[in-house]
Nanobody, 129 residues
Framework: QVQLAESGGGSVQAGGSLRLSCAAS????????MAWFRQAPGREREGVAV????????DYADSVKDRLTISRDNAKNILFLQMNSLKPEDTAMYYC??????????????????????WGQGTQVTVSS
């Protein structure tokens, strides 16, 4: 049974930092593409960052480049999102997601989210000005 569990969210002031974690279980974590998405109230879900199974290839939404960093620990089955220089517009529920349909590969269309069949319950990030 695939399970994804996010943690690390909270409330910070603008310019602050948070580190989100996503503990994965129930599948071979190191073989599969992982990503972070977010959704703010009244807005569409947005792809934030993706990381290939080996951890060396990443991609980011333009809005978070140079501020957020995705990484993974394949030995411990954990996905991370280091969030620096946070802005009020980063306020959202953050979800980790797994694509189990294509081993060792991430689709170039990852940001649409439809390729990810497994999602965590989300962790709230609130950034105040």
């Amino acid at each position: 049974q695939v399970q994804l569990a996010e943690s690390g969210g909270g409330s910070v002031q603008a310019g602050g930092s948070l580190r989100l974690s996503c503990a994965a279980s129930g599948y071979t974590f190191s073989r599969n593409c992982m990503a972070w998405f977010r959704q703010a109230p009244g807005r569409e879900r947005e792809g934030v960052a993706v990381i290939w199974p080996g951890g060396t290839i990443t991609d980011y939404a333009d809005s978070v480049k140079d501020r957020l960093t995705i990484s993974r620990d394949n030995a411990k089955n954990i996905l991370f999102l280091q969030m620096n220089s946070l802005k009020p517009e980063d306020t959202a529920m953050y979800y980790c997601a797994a694509d189990l349909t294509r081993p060792y590969y991430c689709t170039r269309y990852w940001a649409r989210g439809t390729d990810f069949g497994y999602w965590g319950q989300g962790t709230q990030v609130t950034v105040s000005s």
